[in-house]
Structure formats: C-alpha cells, structure tokens
C-alpha cells in the first residue's frame, strides 16, 4: 500500500530564506507524486507532480521537487520565501494505474517578516 | 462552470440526522474525486467515479456513508445517522481524462460539515 510521510506539520522561515518541506513516500511500484497547495480560504491546487522523466520538477511560483528513489523522497524547496508563500502544503503518492490519490497530513508553512 | 462547485458551503448538523453533499464538476471532467479533511488527519480518500460507476469505494468510512453519480457529472455524498467524528471538511475533485493519477485534480472549495 502506497503511504506518505510529511515531517513537520509546522514550518516557519524568515522571509528571503530557503524553505524546505520533507516527504518521504512509501509505493510498491514506481510512484507518481505531487505537491498541492491550499492558500487561505481557497481550495487545492496543483503546485507540481513527478511522473516519469528529469527527477528535478519545477512548478508555479518558483518551487521545486526532486525525486530520490534511493532515499524515497520527494521533498519540495524554494531559494527564497515570500510572504505570499503562507499556505498549507500536501504531499501526494499515487501508482502507476491507480487512481487513488494518497495524501499526506500537510505542512503549515508561515512567513516571518 | 469555470471550477469545481460543492454546496452547501458549511452545514451544521444534528448527530442522527441525514445530511447530502452535492459537488458539480467542471464540464467535461470524466473523473471525480471525494476526500474528507480533518483537523491534522490530511487528506482521506473516499471514494472516486469515472463517469457514473465508482471502481474504488474504499475508503467509505462505514455503511452510513453513500456517494453517486448521475449523468456523468453531478455527485452527492450521503451521510445517514450523522455521529459528531463526522465532522469535517468534504472536499470534491475532477480530473479531464481517466489515465491513471497523472492527471491535474481540480478541487472544489469544500463542505464543512459540523455535527452537534
């Protein structure tokens, strides 16, 4: 069964710094994975996905994921936090075929100015 | 419609009582999606349709919980005998084209769903 693990519910940067938000999966078969976004107040959305291909994924507003097989992670980073980037972040497996998504337990991201 | 639409927005309910969500997809969307989002639980999937018959109904809670799917796009998700662990928010997604996950969920704004 396919799972996922997001350390730190809780994460805090300083505006300018690098954020970085962990997620380790857990997939029997090559695994599709997926960052979502949730803004205050507004549904989910898209951030970026790996699906097969160049391992280095970037998506909107300026973040990025890297795929580690060896280390199953798929942790999600940006150079520099803005104060726009304070959301709820969902890290997300899937297996090839199966349309089940599974979602992990998210990141509450927050800037300090 | 322009996204996902899911109604009511919040509903406050009695414990025992039925209560039906309705989600509209976008047109078009073959797939759909429902999750339920629980104060520091994530993401729990549901249940999911292509077109109107649901391949995976695993992850219904309980016999109380019921979903369908009619003409291919507006669902509703039952819950009968509401109990107060019900309360959450129950989040709708469509997806284009039934391809495996690889396609782009488009999620609705949620119900929020309170069972006194």
């Known amino acids: 069964a396919q799972s996922v693990t997001q350390l730190g519910s809780h994460v805090s940067v300083s505006e300018g710094a690098l954020v970085l938000l962990r997620c380790n999966y857990s997939?029997?078969?090559?695994?599709?994975l997926f960052w979502y976004v949730q803004y205050p107040n507004q549904g989910l959305q898209l951030l970026l996905k790996?699906?097969?291909?160049?391992?280095l994924v970037k998506g909107i507003n300026g973040f990025e994921a890297e795929f580690k097989k060896s280390e199953t992670s798929f942790h999600l980073t940006k150079p520099s936090a803005h104060m726009s980037d304070a959301a709820e972040y969902f890290c997300?497996?899937?297996?090839?075929?199966?349309?089940?998504?599974?979602f992990g337990t998210g990141t509450r991201l927050t800037i300090i100015p | 419609g322009a996204g996902v639409s899911q109604s009511p927005s919040n509903k406050v309910t009695e414990k025992g009582k039925d209560v039906e969500l309705r989600c509209d997809p976008i047109?078009?969307?073959?797939?759909l999606y429902w999750y339920r989002q629980s104060l520091g639980q994530g993401l729990e999937f549901l249940i999911y349709?292509?077109?109107?018959?649901?391949?995976?109904k695993s992850g219904l809670p309980s016999d109380r919980f019921s979903a369908e799917r009619t003409g291919g796009s507006v669902s509703t998700l039952t819950i009968q005998r509401t109990q107060q662990e019900d309360s959450a928010v129950y989040l709708c997604?469509?997806?284009?084209?039934?391809?495996?996950?690889?396609?782009?969920?488009?999620f609705g704004s949620g119900t929020q769903l309170s069972v006194l």
């Open positions: 997604a469509s997806s284009l084209v039934y391809r495996g996950a690889n396609e782009k969920l488009f």
């Open positions: 997939s029997s078969v090559p695994p599709y």
């Open positions: 790996y699906t097969t291909g160049a391992t």
């Open positions: 997300a497996v899937s297996d090839f075929g199966n349309e089940k998504l599974t």
């Open positions: 047109s078009g969307h073959t797939a």
């Open positions: 349709f292509q077109g109107n018959s649901a391949p995976d």
